[in-house]
Antibody, heavy 120, light 110 residues
Framework: QITLKESGPTLVKPTQTLTLTCAFS??????????VGWIRQPPGKALEWLAL???????RYSPSLKNRLAVTKDTSKNQVFLSMTNMGPVDTATYYC????????????WGPGTLVTVSS | QSVLTQPPSFSAAPGQKVTISCSGT????????VSWYRQLPGTAPKLLIY???KRPSGIPDRFSGSKSGTSATLGITGLQTGDEADYYC???????????FGGGTKLTVL
């Protein structure tokens, strides 16, 4: 059974850098063609894809946020990390990580999400 | 504004059938697989449909998906009050080299 869980600060100040951790089990990013993605959802708004990291360390980023995002992984610890620089109030959202199926391009399952509020 | 276009809201009575549309372009729906997700209030999205029309194990056959050209549709039959949720379509966009989602459709079961 595949599970994922996000963790990190619940409150960050404007201009700070956010770093989130996605701890997963039930699969390994050492194995070919497996990937993990990050998605966020501002309160009351739609889903927004942020980034993907592949088993071979290839990465994809949202075109509108790519200058602020960095995704990395620690294969030995089954963890994926997302960093987002220069946080602002508009970045207040629930951040999800999810297992990404490369063949058909879907996310399943998702972690429960973690709400990050940006406020001074 | 989302790259994939969905109706913002939809309402129907219990037992009825609904279809939720998702409109895109040749670079996303027109050339890649479509997935659908359901998000119950206060919970993470859950996969309903992948590869345009396939259901993961555990998803009842009341849920169906289809694709034609640059549009996709999610169908739900035998509506239940528990189906009240937000529904999102998703697809890879080959031009943007990005995963994209629709703006979501809020389904109300009256």
């Amino acid at each position: 059974q595949i599970t994922l869980k996000e963790s990190g600060p619940t409150l960050v100040k404007p201009t700070q850098t956010l770093t989130l951790t996605c701890a997963f089990s039930g699969f390994s990013l050492r194995i070919g063609e497996l990937s993990v993605g990050w998605i966020r959802q501002p309160p009351g708004k739609a889903l927004e894809w942020l980034a993907l990291i592949y088993w071979d360390d290839d990465k994809r980023y949202s075109p509108s946020l790519k200058n602020r995002l960095a995704v990395t992984k620690d294969t030995s610890k089954n963890q994926v990390f997302l960093s987002m620089t220069n946080m602002g109030p508009v970045d207040t959202a629930t951040y999800y990580c999810a297992y990404y199926n490369n063949t058909y391009g879907y996310f399943d399952p998702w972690g429960p999400g973690t709400l990050v509020t940006v406020s001074s | 504004q989302s790259v994939l276009t969905q109706p913002p809201s939809f309402s129907a009575a219990p037992g009825q059938k609904v279809t939720i549309s998702c409109s895109g372009t040749t670079s996303n729906i027109g050339s890649n697989y479509v997935s659908w997700y359901r998000q119950l209030p206060g919970t993470a999205p859950k996969l309903l449909i992948y590869d345009n029309n396939k259901r993961p194990s555990g998803i009842p056959d009341r849920f169906s998906g289809s694709k034609s050209g640059t549009s996709a549709t999610l169908g739900i039959t035998g509506l239940q009050t528990g189906d009240e949720a937000d529904y999102y379509c998703g697809a890879w966009d080959s031009s943007l080299r990005a995963e994209i989602f629709g703006g979501g459709t809020k389904l109300t079961v009256l």
